[in-house]
Every structure is written in structure tokens, then in C-alpha cells.
């Protein structure tokens, strides 16, 4: 299983770390990813890591979002900058493609 932590309230423009961390025989060496769902929206990929791949990131945030992991830690994570109020929704990790398991997310709330 996987479990997102680390949003809060950020005003626009500031910055915000996501941790991710993850049993072992979830994390593995698969490619681990963040997505995030707004209210009334489909859940949507923000980002992803493969294991010694090059990230992926999703337009709406390429260039202000960084992702990686640490294997040894079974933990990834979501550097998020430049936050605009658009960025605000509820963040998941998980594996691409992603188990059935969500967990809670991790809020995060960007203020104009």
C-alpha cells in the first residue's frame, strides 16, 4: 500500500513537498506515480517515475513539479512549485498503472 502525505495551505506562487511511502511488495521497481482529483473531475496523472527512467509529467504542471524516489526508503516524492490555485485538489500516489488501492490522498490547498 501506498500513503500520501505532506499538503496543506500554500498561497499562490509558494511551494509544497509530497511524501509517499510504500511497503515493499507494492513499491518494488515499478514505475510509482502521483495523480490528483478535483471535485467533480476524473482522477488525473500528475507525474511518474520509473525505476532508473526518465519522469513523466503531465503538461499542467511540467516545469513547476519535480518527482523521485528512494528505493532504499520505499518513498516518493512530489516537489511542487510555483503553485497556482488551479494545483488545488486532493493528491494520490500509486503505481502506473495504478492497483485498485488509493488510500486517503493528501490535501492541498492553494489560496489566490
Known amino acids: 500500500q501506498l500513503q500520501a502525505s505532506g499538503g496543506g495551505v500554500v498561497e499562490t506562487g509558494g511551494s509544497l513537498r509530497l511524501t509517499c511511502t510504500a511497503s515493499r511488495s507494492v513499491f518494488g521497481r515499478k514505475t510509482v506515480a502521483w495523480f490528483r482529483q478535483i471535485p467533480n473531475k476524473p482522477r488525473a496523472l500528475v507525474a511518474s517515475k520509473p525505476d532508473g527512467g526518465d519522469p513523466f509529467y503531465a503538461d499542467f504542471v511540467k516545469g513547476r513539479f519535480v518527482i523521485s524516489r528512494d528505493n532504499d526508503q520505499k518513498t516518493v516524492y512530489l516537489e511542487m512549485n510555483k503553485l497556482e490555485p488551479e494545483d488545488t485538489a486532493l493528491y494520490y500516489c500509486?503505481?502506473?498503472?495504478?492497483?485498485?488501492?488509493w488510500g486517503q490522498g493528501t490535501q492541498v490547498t492553494v489560496s489566490s
Open positions: 500509486n503505481l502506473r498503472p495504478p492497483t485498485p488501492y
